[in-house]
């Protein structure tokens, strides 16, 4: 018996080896793919994109970095999260949206020009991770009641969201790197360009007019916006 017991003792500490646990997922999420979403968004925001590790955002939240794998795979799978929050972020933004197709199409832009400013340092992220196949009920409904033939509804779309994403995202950068849009211009050598900076509203208003006239283009090419 003695002889059986040891040989018991050596193919638990020999062939088994005692179980040590080993560092990774928990058995149950500590959790939520948007709470760890949250606090990579508000990392960015303070820190910049460099600084972001799943370690950083696990201390964020108090837990262990292995938490985190419940829910993501790696770094790039918790930053296609973070794009995704900033597009429901943009739906967000008003209780209640314009039934007139111009005027919602204005305020989804603004929109998404707002919430890309408010998060300059992870405004990028909206183009790396552009989370299209989320968007297709959006781009499905924005284009129920779009007034113009449906042949034309793709140059429609690409020239809006192109327009509304390459604005936010130059405005974005510019805050980022503290770099001004335009830089000092000197009236002696630019006065036409100096005078129309004097002139100029608001870089926000220079975006919604510059869509309107986007659009004033787009009735005259496909024809007259249904009232």
């Known amino acids: 018996m003695m002889a059986a017991a040891a040989a018991k003792r050596t193919k638990t500490t020999v062939e088994g080896k005692r179980r040590v646990p080993r560092a990774g997922r928990p058995s149950s999420p500590l959790i939520t793919r948007?709470?760890?979403?949250?606090?990579?968004?508000?990392?960015?925001?303070?820190?910049?994109l460099d600084a972001?590790?799943?370690?950083?955002?696990?201390?964020?939240?108090?837990?262990?970095?292995?938490?985190?794998?419940?829910?993501?795979?790696?770094?790039?799978?918790?930053?296609?999260?973070?794009?995704?929050?900033?597009?429901?972020?943009?739906?967000?933004?008003?209780?209640?949206?314009?039934?007139?197709?111009?005027?919602?199409?204005?305020?989804l832009s603004s929109a998404t020009r707002r919430v890309a400013l408010r998060h300059p340092n992870a405004a990028p992220l909206s183009l790396r991770f552009f989370p299209r196949r989320l968007m297709l009920p959006a781009y499905e409904a924005g284009l129920r009641d779009c007034p113009y033939p449906l042949s034309a509804h793709m140059i429609v779309h690409e020239v809006i969201e192109k327009f509304t994403y390459g604005s936010s995202l130059f405005a974005a950068a510019a805050e980022t790197h503290h770099i001004p849009a335009m830089p000092?211009?000197?009236?002696?050598?630019?006065?036409?360009?100096?005078?129309?900076?004097?002139?100029?509203?608001?870089?926000?208003?220079?975006?919604?007019?510059?869509?309107?006239?986007?659009?004033?283009?787009?009735?005259?090419?496909?024809?007259?916006?249904q009232k």
């Open 184 to 225: 000092e211009v000197d009236p002696a050598h630019f006065p036409r360009l100096a005078e129309a900076l004097e002139l100029a509203p608001s870089d926000e208003e220079i975006f919604k007019q510059g869509l309107k006239v986007l659009l004033a283009g787009l009735r005259t090419q496909f024809g007259q916006k």
């Open 34 to 48: 948007e709470a760890a979403a949250e606090a990579a968004l508000r990392l960015i925001d303070d820190k910049g």
């Open 52 to 107: 972001l590790s799943l370690q950083a955002v696990a201390k964020e939240l108090g837990v262990s970095a292995p938490s985190l794998y419940h829910h993501f795979r790696d770094k790039e799978e918790l930053l296609a999260e973070v794009a995704r929050s900033l597009l429901a972020e943009v739906g967000q933004e008003q209780e209640h949206w314009s039934t007139d197709w111009e005027t919602r199409m204005v305020e």
